[in-house]
């Protein structure tokens, strides 16, 4: 498929996420809307009742498969930008972090998103989150004028990881850092999946290998390149998924082959300095 074509699609499925709460990112992100289901699953996956609780309603849709601020180490008055803000969540924590003397601006390329993450930052008054409309292929953000980038379960849904990490490195500041979150995978995966829209969507299919993911970040020229921390995703939570099941019922995958598929599928966090 082509990159265009990928995009197209990804900006489809998340533009019915953000409209309709249906179709997701993989269970690792609950399918969307604040159940109890996506609030177990987020602190399944490192987020507090205290963050949770300190957001406004609709900005945890349950998209995310860590909890990058956490590990961030971010200080009051750092700029920070977040690739693929979806709905706000981790905007409006690094907010409360950075707060009034710092910034946080989100990036998304699905309108959709855009709005209801702006319409989240309206209900909590959140005077320093700005919601940027772009692709993080091509970042809305000035050359190294950001101390922090994050991001949460997106860069696998990016066609050309290699210009991310690029433009990433373009609007750091020398000294700044990188925490991301993201699916990797242990093998790759059968092709039956590769090819799969639906899958790709959901996270799976535009995953590549731990050691290509590292490699694509020191490419870029980031050092101190490192995993730190690893999880791999819960089975029963994808074999329990409403849209994880609807893929593996299209594809003619049995529940054991999706079992040993999704044992190779890991969430990570990682880490990167741009040297001064
Ligand atoms: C899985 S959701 C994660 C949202 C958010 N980080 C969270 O944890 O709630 C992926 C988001 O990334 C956005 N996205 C995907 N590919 C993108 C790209 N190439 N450029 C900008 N945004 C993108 C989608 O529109 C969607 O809002």
Redesign the pocket.
């Known amino acids: 498929m082509k990159k265009e074509e990928i995009?197209k699609s990804?900006?489809q499925g998340?533009a019915k996420v953000a409209t309709q709460g249906s179709s997701c990112?993989g269970p690792s992100?609950p399918c969307c809307g604040p159940s109890d289901r996506s609030v177990d699953i987020s602190k399944k996956i490192g987020y507090t009742d205290e963050e949770l609780g300190s957001i406004p309603d609709g900005a945890n849709?349950g998209?995310?498969c860590g909890n990058p601020v956490a590990l961030a180490s971010l200080k009051e008055g750092d700029i920070v930008v977040?690739?693929?803000?979806?709905?706000g969540?981790?905007c409006f924590l690094a907010a409360d972090k950075v707060g009034k003397k710092g910034k946080v601006i989100g990036?998304?390329?699905?309108p959709e998103?855009l709005e209801k993450a702006r319409e989240n930052a309206g209900k909590g008054s959140y005077s320093n989150v700005e919601f940027r409309l772009?692709?993080?292929?091509h970042l809305p953000v000035a050359d190294n004028s950001a101390d922090v980038v994050i991001?949460?379960?997106?860069i696998n849904?990016?066609p050309d990881k290699q210009k991310v990490f690029g433009e990433t490195f373009r609007v750091l500041k020398p000294g700044g850092r990188i925490m991301v979150s993201d699916i990797v995978l242990t093998r790759p995966l059968p092709e039956k999946i590769r090819e799969s829209i639906d899958a790709y969507i959901d996270?799976i299919s535009g995953a590549i290998t731990k050691e290509e993911y590292l490699h694509t970040v020191k490419a870029a020229g980031f050092s101190e390149v490192s995993i730190i921390d690893e999880m791999t995703i819960p089975v029963e939570e994808w074999v329990n998924d409403p849209i994880a099941s609807s893929i593996t019922e299209k594809l003619e995958i049995t529940t054991e082959e999706a079992r040993d598929i999704l044992a190779t599928v890991v969430s990570v966090k990682v880490k990167g300095v741009k040297s001064t």
């Open positions: 995009k990804v900006r998340y990112c992100s849709l998209l995310g977040d690739l693929g803000s979806g709905p969540l981790d990036i998304d390329m699905t998103m772009g692709e993080i292929e991001s949460n379960c997106v849904l990016s996270c």
